[in-house]
């Protein structure tokens, strides 16, 4: 991510990343927010209601019963115009799951943060990213941040993505529980909220009208429904162009620019190793380490996961030989059981590309992925070379499995 | 001085209720304002009053990457003297300080733990005497301070008064313990930082 002054001016303070999803909110001045509290999320809304009950932030907080309720309240919100918020992790969010179909398909623009955490059973309140891959075919566009600052940036932007009349569709923005929503760091906010206002201004939009009536939501039998759907796949397809536009309007503004991939030390790399969320820092700090030892390692970071940024992982990995992916969820059964992984040999099948791809699963409810936990991944990869492809999948770090 | 002059690394060691990851903030909020990197986090479990817990602080002048917890500190800070040893020198570095709350002298923590750098003080006697609370975050935070070269003792006390009392305070020391527009409670907490600072017995062997 490069770095410059943006013509937004701002002040240093330090949030977790819960906090900072709600100094976001607070900052492009949502109308109503509906949530139920879920460990690790909870800090989200609790530091919203503060805001609300202090005057800083007009907003009507909706007090539910459940995650499937906080959801359902923001689509009627959305639906007759407001601009809406909700926060959720873990069994939340499958809570929320067929609210999410419906979310999507009625065209609202619902902005969610999604603090990841892994699934019960056995319970586990830790970070893994789960919940929302399990949720990755529900037509919400997802960014994945990696820092407490980008958590912020992104949240703007994502109300931008979201309410563009070309796209329309609901935002997710997925950050690692515990190791981000309690870590509190650094990082820049707007120092008036009315600059973050005129960045992301209220648009004209289909909605709930007494004086105007439609129906949302109908029922559409079998002759339109296929093509209604067709249209969610060229929203979420011409949401990409937009994305980039508006990574731009929020490197202008802040001084931040981000890209649906990010590259370290990927000019001459030979072998790359890819992750996403609060790990990547680590696995930074692991490429600097193996260099010193004098292999042409690089990393790299997808911060866009739906859409998929296919082009921009072709690109980046064209040149190197072997590609470790770093998943923190499982696809039980699948022909390769890291969700991105998969995504990544099916951008580079696409682009006629076949470099040894290595799925590997690590950070399962909330083991860490240190600096020596990629550098070990590393040197295993290389170990095996190309029989990482017979194995599929490897299980980083599970106790009784070995692949020497 | 305990860590590298470019990072120091620091893990609080508590039982629930004692302020341990309040500590731990309030470190890195001080740091934050020498225009340091910081980070502080929890080690992250059920919240319950009386479970041992555990926090971390890195401050240091690059930008901080990794997020993983903290395995060789420089400095370890024990709130609760009933803690095993065992658990909270784990990993500690041979030239690290440990910071204790403890009724002892110095000298017998040395030959007690076996641990060449410590500081010691009655954090408990003061927190009850200053804030009428046993919560002895602030006091032991006056005790690290006489450690810790990278943040002073004032950004300390401005980020108490931040984080416990959302107050916004600038100035020195002397005008901070005497501001008259803190209540008992904010003035006692500043009261317990200065008097761990005062009282803190540091012994290198």
Known sequence: MQVLEG????????????????????????????????????GVVEKLAEMIANGELDAEMIHVESEHSALSAIIGASAAGARVFTATSSQGLEYMHEVLHIASGMRLPLVMSVATRALSAPINIWCDYSDLMNVRDSSWITFIASTAQEVYDTIVEAYMVAEDPRILLPVIVAYDGFWMSHTYEPLYVAEDKSYVRTLVPRRDRVKLDPQKPVTMGALVGPDWYYEIKYQQVAAMSEAYEAIREYDRVIGRAFGRFYEPVEAYKMDDAEIA?????????????????????????????????RPFPVDDIVRVARGVSKLLVVDRAISYGASIAGPVALEVIASLHRAGLDLDVVSYVAGIGGRPVTESDFEGMFKLALKLGRRAREIGTIYWGVRGVSYD | MPGSSQLLEVRWHGRGGQGA?????????????????????????????????????????TPIRSRAPIANPDIVVVLDPSLPPTHYLQGLKSDGFLVINSKLPARDIVSKLGVSRVVVVDATAIALRTIKAPIVNVAMLGALARVVSMVS?????????????????????????????????????????????????????
Not at chain 2, 30 to 54: N, T, W
């Open chain 2, 21 to 61: 990851v309040t500590a731990s903030t309030i470190l890195a909020e001080a740091a934050s304002y020498e225009g340091l990197y910081v980070q502080a986090f929890p080690e992250f479990g059920p919240e319950r009053r009386g479970a041992p817990v555990k926090a971390y602080t890195r401050i240091s002048r």
């Open chain 1, 273 to 305: 190793i890819l992750t996403y969320g609060g790990i990547y820092g680590s696995l930074v700090e692991a490429v600097d380490r193996l260099r010193g030892e004098g292999y042409k390692v690089g990393a790299i970071r997808l911060r866009l996961w």
């Open chain 1, 7 to 42: 013509y937004v001016k701002q002040v240093r303070v330090m949030l977790n990343s819960n906090y900072a999803v709600a100094y976001a909110v607070r900052d492009v001045d949502v109308d109503v927010i509906a949530a139920y509290p879920i460990t690790p999320q909870t």
């Open chain 2, 153 to 205: 003792l004032e950004s300390i006390a401005r980020a108490t008064l931040k984080t416990l009392f959302n107050v916004k305070l600038e100035g020195p020391l002397d005008s901070l313990i005497r501001s008259s527009i803190l209540g008992e409670a904010a003035l006692g907490n500043l009261e317990a930082l200065v008097e761990a600072y005062r009282l803190a017995e540091v012994v290198e062997v």
